[in-house]
T-cell receptor
Framework: DAGVTQSPTHLIKTRGQQVTLRCSPK?????VSWYQQALGQGPQFIFQ?????ERQRGNFPDRFSGHQFPNYSSELNVNALLLGDSALYLC????WGSGYYEQYFGPGTRLTVT | GDSVTQMEGPVTLSEEAFLTINCTYT??????LFWYVQYPGEGLQLLLK?????DKGSNKGFEATYRKETTSFHLEKGSVQVSDSAVYFC???????????????FGKGTLLTVNP
């Protein structure tokens, strides 16, 4: 049973560039959430997708956008990168309507902005 | 809004010592509570959970009890091992929302190092 997978593993970008991160949920899951984990901090919720729609959003600017595909996989896009966007980006999947909430996390994508 | 406050680290223990990592929370509804563990270079793994007051979550010798009266969910282990060295995160999900649109709110994490 494949768990949550993310690509790429590492990424280096320059300020002002744009980046796309990808996530495939655990088999049987239909909901994807994205989190940003800055160095030495806990993960912070960016947004959540279900049925190809953004369902909930954290306190992140519009430069952060996402998409969910019919096969439940998801992308996170960040435009006009800032140095402060350097972080580990975590994807988590779950099953909508499964009762109490439990998310399964991928290994993350380490983004470095120079 | 919701928040989680964790004991500041780092915590350094000798093997077989007793571990406590304190966690308190603020939430408007009836949250579920979680402990996640992050090993070096890896993503988060769910360690244990509790979904209502007085529930005790347990896994791999770790346990935590959901205390609504003190809004706490402290993590304990009676005898730590070198392999327990990792960062531990306390988290909550808001129980007020319907369906599965529960976001997780995390504490800042506590680095645990266990020496042989």
């Amino acid at each position: 049973d494949a768990g949550v997978t993310q690509s790429p593993t590492h990424l280096i970008k320059t300020r002002g560039q744009q980046v796309t991160l990808r996530c495939s949920p655990k088999s049987g899951h239909d909901t994807v959430s994205w989190y940003q984990q800055a160095l030495g901090q806990g993960p912070q919720f960016i947004f959540q997708y279900y049925e190809e729609e953004e369902r909930q959003r954290g306190n992140f600017p519009d430069r952060f956008s996402g998409h969910q595909f019919p096969n439940y996989s998801s992308e996170l896009n960040v435009n006009a990168l800032l140095l402060g966007d350097s972080a580990l980006y975590l994807c988590a999947s779950s099953l909508w309507g499964s009762g109490y909430y439990e998310q399964y996390f991928g290994p993350g994508t380490r983004l470095t902005v120079t | 809004g919701d928040s989680v406050t964790q004991m500041e680290g780092p915590v350094t223990l000798s093997e077989e010592a007793f571990l406590t990592i304190n966690c308190t929370y603020t939430a408007t509804g009836y949250p579920s509570l979680f402990w996640y563990v992050q090993y070096p270079g890896e993503g988060l793994q769910l360690l244990l959970k509790a979904t209502k007051a007085d529930d005790k979550g347990s896994n791999k010798g770790f346990e935590a009890t959901y205390r609504k009266e003190t809004t706490s969910f402290h993590l304990e282990k009676g005898s730590v091992q070198v392999s327990d060295s990792a960062v531990y995160f306390c988290a909550l999900s808001d129980g007020n929302s319907g369906g599965s649109n529960y976001k997780l709110t995390f504490g800042k994490g506590t680095l645990l190092t266990v020496n042989p």
